[in-house]
């Protein structure tokens, strides 16, 4: 069956630095790769997707990479600020309608000013 | 996009007795998902619920225990039965997420079971 891990449970960074999450997966490479941010207490929220003929792709501070190579993908957040510090979850979308996305665990992010 | 109202959001159960979590979607869906979040651990998908037929459920998760209704395209229940401390978790409803698009998640319930 198809794995996804996010090899950092946690990741302490200074206001300003880049944050770099990683998720790599197993088995076949997904149509797409999804991010989402979740804060305690809530559900996820979208972020970015990247498809699996792109390699990268940018939205404001946010940049992801996929590389179906090495069966990972990268999430930066450059210039990072306390209000980014909340857990970031990698999903897999195979690309079949109807079907769930498959989630990694997370990396827990914290940004200290 | 779509917006989802979950609830309860929280609630502390006593074992052996159910709780039936509602969800809510502001546009008519076709499928819906139900997810389980653990301590520390990934979303874990139970079951996907499409209207007008029984749900799905993914392997370790049976209808006896978490029996799930979708009687029309906006609306689900996930009922935890007969529960057990290890219940403990967060349940998550979701729609969308595949085929190039983005999920939306309702807020979660937070089930604590003594």
């Known amino acids: 069956s198809q794995k996804i891990e996010q090899n950092s449970e946690a990741l302490n960074i200074q206001e300003g630095k880049t944050a770099t999450l990683t998720c790599n997966y197993t088995?076949?490479?997904?149509?797409?790769l999804q991010w989402y941010r979740q804060d305690p207490g809530r559900g996820p929220v979208f972020l970015l997707l990247i498809r699996e003929n792109e390699k990268e792709k940018r939205k404001e501070r946010l940049k992801v990479t996929f590389d179906t190579t090495l069966k990972q993908s990268l999430f930066h957040i450059t210039a990072s600020q306390p209000a980014d510090s909340a857990t970031y979850l990698c999903a897999l979308d195979i690309g079949q309608a109807g079907t769930a996305l498959i989630f990694g665990k997370g990396t827990t992010l914290s940004v200290s000013s | 996009s779509a917006v989802i109202s979950q609830k309860p959001s929280r609630d502390i159960c006593q074992r052996g007795t159910s709780l039936t979590i509602q969800c809510q979607v502001d546009?008519?869906?076709?499928?819906m998902f139900w997810y389980r979040q653990q301590p520390g651990q990934s979303l874990t998908l139970i079951a996907t619920?499409?209207?007008?037929?029984?749900?799905?459920?993914e392997s370790g998760f049976v209808i006896d225990k978490f029996p799930i209704s979708r009687p029309n395209l906006t609306f689900s229940t996930l009922t935890v039965s007969n529960m057990s401390p290890e219940d403990s978790s967060i349940y998550l409803c979701s729609v969308g997420g595949g085929m190039n698009t983005e999920a939306f998640f309702g807020q979660g319930t937070r089930l604590t079971v003594v």
């Open positions: 619920a499409n209207q007008g037929s029984e749900a799905t459920y």
């Open positions: 546009s008519q869906v076709t499928m």
């Open positions: 088995n076949y490479s997904p149509a797409y």
